[in-house]
């Protein structure tokens, strides 16, 4: 594990920035480097604090916010076609890269390297830890939380939020079908949303990204989780730190 001080956490410039402040209770702030991903914690001093695990851009000063009584992690990812898709696919942009699938090991690294970290210094553990993301970092909080029974018995993630999640992505589907129908699948809550621009494109894959969305709330809620699913106003890149707000409001009540 590489564990060396980041003075310079880089992130995906085109990519939404998914990064938040934290309003806590003495919080005590660390940051690192691990396996290539950047880490930036700020911890509540609240005995059993949920934590937030915000996947996106590090960034010192956001107008995300955080309850008192939450933690934060911050995790910068590059390469997110690569990090955070579960498996390949062709790209949907004439410019844009194929996508990789490397979501296992990211996951992997969460779980194995990154949590340990930075939960290394509390007291108790978290009452529950939440995985957020925007995009498709949204399509792998998705994916993490539908994945992490094969991985280990007891879930590290039980609440979710895929924001203006990648929901057009090939296979997802089929695959979150698979999920439910094995049984294991112990999350508590998830949070989809979109906004309701995005499906008025003329691109094949990602014109049914509204319609998809639905049927995954729909699935996660008949499977006996606790659900949303929020249309909010624009295209996929208006007002991303308002949805990433409205994600965490509803995750932590």
Same mark, same amino acid.
């Given at each position: 594990?590489?564990?060396?001080?980041?003075?310079?956490p880089?992130?995906?410039?085109?990519?939404?920035?998914?990064?938040?402040?934290?309003?806590?209770?003495?919080?005590?702030?660390?940051k690192?480097?691990?396996? #290539?991903?950047?880490?930036?914690?700020?911890?509540? /001093?609240?005995?059993? %604090? $949920?934590? !937030?695990?915000?996947? @996106?851009?590090?960034a010192?000063?956001?107008?995300?916010?955080?309850?008192?009584?939450v933690?934060?992690?911050?995790? #910068?990812?590059?390469?997110?076609?690569?990090?955070f /898709?579960?498996?390949? %696919? $062709?790209? !949907?942009?004439?410019? @844009?890269?194929?996508?990789?699938?490397?979501?296992?090991?990211?996951?992997?690294?969460?779980?194995?390297?990154?949590?340990?970290?930075?939960?290394?210094e509390?007291?108790d553990?978290?009452?529950y830890?939440?995985? !957020?993301?925007?995009s498709?970092?949204?399509?792998?909080?998705?994916?993490?939380?539908?994945?992490?029974?094969?991985?280990?018995?007891?879930?590290?993630?039980?609440?979710?939020?895929?924001?203006?999640?990648?929901?057009?992505?090939?296979?997802?589907?089929?695959?979150?079908?698979?999920?439910l129908?094995?049984?294991?699948v112990s999350?508590?809550?998830?949070?989809?949303?979109?906004?309701d621009?995005?499906?008025?494109?003329?691109?094949?894959?990602?014109?049914?990204?509204?319609?998809?969305?639905?049927?995954?709330?729909?699935?996660l809620?008949?499977?006996?989780?606790?659900?949303?699913?929020?249309?909010?106003?624009?295209?996929?890149?208006?007002n991303?730190?308002g949805?990433?707000?409205?994600?965490?409001?509803?995750?932590?009540?």
């Amino acid at each position: 594990m590489n564990a060396t001080p980041d003075t310079h956490p880089t992130g995906t410039a085109t990519r939404p920035v998914a990064a938040a402040t934290l309003h806590s209770a003495s919080p005590v702030a660390r940051k690192t480097t691990i396996s #290539g991903l950047s880490v930036h914690t700020q911890m509540s /001093s609240v005995a059993g %604090a $949920p934590i !937030v695990y915000l996947l @996106g851009d590090v960034a010192d000063h956001s107008p995300v916010q955080i309850p008192e009584g939450v933690s934060l992690v911050n995790i #910068g990812v590059d390469l997110w076609e690569e990090n955070f /898709s579960p498996w390949c %696919a $062709p790209r !949907v942009f004439a410019k @844009g890269p194929n996508f990789g699938d490397g979501a296992q090991k990211t996951l992997d690294t969460l779980i194995n390297q990154v949590i340990p970290w930075a939960e290394s210094e509390l007291t108790d553990p978290p009452a529950y830890r939440m995985l !957020v993301g925007y995009s498709l970092a949204g399509l792998f909080s998705l994916w993490a939380g539908l994945s992490q029974a094969c991985i280990t018995p007891i879930p590290t993630f039980q609440r979710i939020g895929a924001v203006s999640g990648s929901f057009w992505f090939p296979g997802l589907l089929d695959y979150v079908d698979q999920q439910l129908r094995g049984g294991a699948v112990s999350l508590t809550h998830a949070y989809l949303s979109l906004g309701d621009r995005e499906a008025r494109t003329p691109n094949p894959q990602i014109m049914h990204v509204r319609e998809n969305a639905e049927l995954l709330a729909s699935k996660l809620q008949n499977a006996g989780i606790t659900t949303t699913f929020e249309l909010n106003r624009g295209n996929h890149f208006q007002n991303v730190e308002g949805r990433m707000q409205k994600a965490l409001d509803w995750l932590v009540k």
